[in-house]
């Protein structure tokens, strides 16, 4: 299974929007218009956002269980807001690692907020 970086800014997004002190199991019901993730790719996810430290969660018995995002995944979500950076940023980096990846978003995002600046 390769990594989807839409399915784990997806997960992220979730659990940011579920708001603190709340916990979040995803679920394949979840993706409506979209071929579903199965439940083995959803774990797997969570798990590499919880090793990544973008997540705090633990496995249960149904899969993973996401608690809380920590500071870098709040600024990963950050980030990743503007789809015209989260685009450049998947194109420009392509299939490079997931750290080269987060350094092209900061880059993309950063350049994106000085040229909403230098036209101010």
Same mark, same amino acid.
């Given at each position: 299974?390769?990594?989807?970086?839409?399915?784990?800014?997806?997960?992220?997004?979730?659990?940011? $929007?579920?708001?603190?002190? &709340?916990?979040? =199991?995803?679920?394949?019901?979840? @993706?409506?218009?979209?071929?579903?993730? #199965?439940?083995?790719?959803?774990?797997?996810?969570?798990?590499?956002?919880?090793?990544?430290?973008?997540?705090?969660?633990?496995?249960?018995? $149904?899969?993973?269980?996401? &608690?809380?995002? =920590?500071?870098?995944?709040?600024? @990963?979500?950050?980030?990743?807001?503007? #789809?015209?950076?989260?685009?450049?940023?998947?194109?420009?980096?392509?299939?490079?690692?997931?750290?080269?990846?987060?350094?092209?978003?900061?880059?993309?995002?950063?350049?994106?907020?000085?040229?909403?600046?230098?036209?101010?």
């Amino acid at each position: 299974m390769r990594r989807d970086m839409d399915l784990i800014k997806f997960l992220l997004g979730k659990m940011e $929007s579920a708001g603190p002190d &709340t916990s979040y =199991t995803p679920t394949p019901a979840e @993706f409506p218009g979209r071929n579903p993730p #199965s439940e083995p790719e959803l774990s797997e996810h969570c798990r590499l956002i919880v090793e990544r430290g973008l997540a705090r969660g633990e496995p249960s018995f $149904s899969g993973w269980v996401l &608690t809380g995002l =920590t500071w870098d995944g709040h600024d @990963f979500l950050d980030n990743s807001r503007e #789809s015209k950076v989260w685009q450049a940023a998947k194109k420009a980096a392509g299939p490079l690692s997931f750290g080269v990846f987060t350094k092209v978003l900061a880059e993309v995002a950063t350049r994106h907020a000085m040229s909403q600046i230098t036209g101010f």
